[in-house]
């Protein structure tokens, strides 16, 4: 029988203390409930194979995978199999989005970015932080020391929402600073070309990158259940607008979808793990949901 777990909403989680205590508390939960769980465990480590991508040397096939799967893979070695990630995090104006009684999807990410750095540093992997909004503010180089905790949520604590949005930008800018193989974990909202963002990502991929992205949206934005006449104002630009929501509600919902699924189908074809996080959702659920996508 499945252990059932208990957890906090996101503005719960938020009154539990300061945002290290909070990361503890979320990474210690989750994993003791993972242990808990009739499941077989997790890792975050890359497998000792990959398969054959054009570029690679034809002397690290393994030619006895080949005659098991009639599929080319190559080995992998020591210093290609020590993960080494990498947190990207949006602070642009948008994330500061909230609607009533749920948190601001900045906040979310922060949370998320501080529980995912405690996460692999307690299993003693190299972990850095790159906080961006159309350009690159902070960038912290993955260590594996755990005084490196303290360097993620010192810049985590002091750090607001800024600016306008540049992900492609920032991504391409981002991958000069990469010397090898990588995790790569983008938090954001998204709120960006989804064709130049996939081809950003992919290009990562293309390197042999391991890509996850967390879409973090609040619900309003999906379910857009306003009613009457609302003035909305953009979060990142000065304009303003009033309109009859009932008028525009079906529009918008194919809009809003329609933008979704090219997230989901782009990040699909492209080996992009995905997954889109609403702001009301408990931060343990989200972790637990994506390291039990990466069980073995």
Known sequence: MATKLKYLDPATLLKLGKLPLRAKYVVEGVISGMHKSPSKGYSLEFAQHREYSQGDELRHIDWKVFGRTDRFFVKQYEEETNLRAYILLDTSNSMAFKSENNIDKFTYGINLAA???Y???RQEDSVGLTVFDEKIGKFITPRAQFDQFSNI???LENISPSSTTG???VLNEFSSHLKRRG????ISDLFDSPQEVIRSLK????????VVVF???DPQESNFDYSGPVIFEGLETPDSVQTETDDIHTQYKNLFDRFIDEYKTGFRSS???YYPIMTNTPIELALWSFLAGRKK
């Open 183 to 186: 995790l790569i974990m983008l």
């Open 115 to 117: 529980c995912l750095s």
């Open 215 to 217: 879409q973090l949206l």
């Open 271 to 273: 080996g992009i793990d």
């Open 203 to 210: 290009q990562l991929r293309f390197k042999h990158h391991d």
């Open 153 to 155: 949520v010192k810049t």
């Open 119 to 121: 996460l692999l540093l």
């Open 167 to 169: 992900i492609s930008k």
